[in-house]
């Protein structure tokens, strides 16, 4: 829905507009930026400059060449829940470390209830992240890797300047350039990434809200090629050996900008019909989310046609605020409904633990969902939280207060010289 636009992301990956502020206080302070212990020593590389993308072209039909016929899914399992009763369930709590941490913190808040699904995203300001490249994804692979029956969901964006508000001539060409090929080698890099990891069964969110305005890689300005890059992607990543992924295809609910079914790529390189799927608009009733064109009911009938579960990767409270009678009918339609997995998105406003403003919607979900537990599957030990050592900055320095997005990215902290004029004169 158009509404989408103004969701709150405050909590995911950054992206490049945090990155270039770090970049230029490197760049014009050279002299006032003084290391110390655990502290930044030189200068970050500054972001790339966008290249112009060429002018799009106006054939009547998409001219990339033919898309590879994509492997057969895999057939291994990924921590499918044992019964259409039991999504596997977890919650967005953090792209970064903290929120592997917090998986362990609202476990415990649910009475030990056995969240099996860890759920992050990939940043899309640039290539190199969407690659893999940031770490955060090692702390989320050992998570997996220790239960058998653990589930990653990776939200993954299929261009770069995601978020950069670029205009459909621009998207379409890029579109075509994927479709063509020209960005293969990117996926296969994660892919790579991923396997190496130990984590080659990542549930991959690719794309997700296409059928929204808020993405560079939105379906709309042209269904065709987003399609035919999508295949490319899939197969591109499905070709490297040890892979076992599974592709979620995950629209908004409704119909938004464009139908979500002109965009579906196909029941070869789709495993997963996911939905984004929040209580919105206001005063919209739970029913009416059902029925209306393009929503619940329209999806899990779509999956039932092409014989893929359903999924909801991002869900939760929003324009009718702490709604009680939307989180159990919710809850309750995605029991009923066999969801391979659901992960709340857990911060404000959507969210019922890191959200102090829901408390109604957050004791549905807390009765709903407390103490349950597998009993039979073999654990490892969580290995305890270390808090990570705040490094003190240097006596004649004062510290920059920067994102901790950014202070991962340039390696440390950065401080200001508190007698840089007197150096200078």
């Known amino acids: 829905m158009s509404e989408e636009q103004s969701r709150v992301r405050s909590r995911r990956p950054r992206s490049g507009a945090a990155v270039a502020v770090a970049a230029a206080l490197a760049a014009v302070l050279p002299a006032v930026l003084a290391p110390g212990p655990g502290w930044a020593a030189t200068d970050p590389p500054a972001p790339p400059a966008p290249t112009a993308s060429p002018a799009p072209s106006a054939p009547a039909a998409l001219s990339a060449p033919p898309v590879p016929s994509a492997p057969p899914a ?13 999504p596997a369930v977890g919650a967005y709590l953090d792209y970064g470390p903290p929120g592997v941490a917090r998986m362990a913190e609202l476990s415990h808040w649910l009475g030990g209830t056995r969240l099996r699904v860890g759920h992050t995203y990939l940043p899309g300001d640039r290539w190199s992240n969407i690659e893999g490249e940031p ?6 692979a050992d998570w997996r890797t220790r239960q058998a029956d653990r589930m990653l969901v990776l939200n993954v964006p299929m261009l770069e300047r995601n978020e950069a508000g670029l205009d459909d001539d621009e998207v379409r060409e890029l579109l075509r350039q994927g479709a063509a090929g020209d960005f293969d080698h990117h996926f296969r890099r994660l892919a790579e990434r991923l396997v190496s990891l130990d984590a080659p069964d990542t549930v991959l969110v690719l794309g997700w809200e296409m059928n929204g305005i808020t993405y560079t890689h939105r379906c709309g300005p042209d269904p065709e090629a987003w399609k035919a890059y999508w295949n490319r992607i899939v197969t591109a990543m499905r070709a490297v050996p040890g892979q076992r992924f599974k592709f979620d295809f995950a629209p908004s609910r ?13 029941d070869d390189t789709v495993d997963i019909v996911g939905m984004d799927a929040y209580d919105q608009p206001r005063g919209m009733p739970f029913e009416e989310q059902v029925s209306e064109p393009y929503g619940l009911q329209a999806q899990v009938d779509f999956a039932r046609a092409h014989g893929k579960p359903v999924s909801y990767p991002e869900w939760g409270l929003f324009r009718n605020g702490d709604n009680a009678t939307y989180m159990r009918r919710m809850l309750a339609w995605m029991e009923e409904h066999g969801a391979l997995y659901h992960t709340l998105t857990d ?14 919607a957050a004791e549905v979900y807390r009765s709903v969902l407390s103490g349950r537990t597998d009993q039979d599957v073999p654990q490892q030990p969580e290995p305890e939280p270390q808090p990570r050592p705040t490094p003190e900055a240097p006596a004649d320095c004062s510290p920059l207060d920067l994102d901790d997005w950014v202070e991962h990215w340039i390696g440390g902290r950065l401080c200001l010289r508190l007698d840089w004029w007197s150096r200078t004169r």
């Open 254 to 266: 409704g119909r938004d900008a464009v139908p979500w079914t002109e965009c579906y790529p196909g």
């Open 74 to 86: 895999p057939s291994a399992p990924v921590g499918e829940a044992p019964g259409p009763a039991a």
């Open 135 to 140: 770490g955060f994804l090692d702390v989320w």
């Open 347 to 360: 911060y404000c406003p959507h969210g019922v633990w890191q959200c102090g403003a829901n408390p109604r």
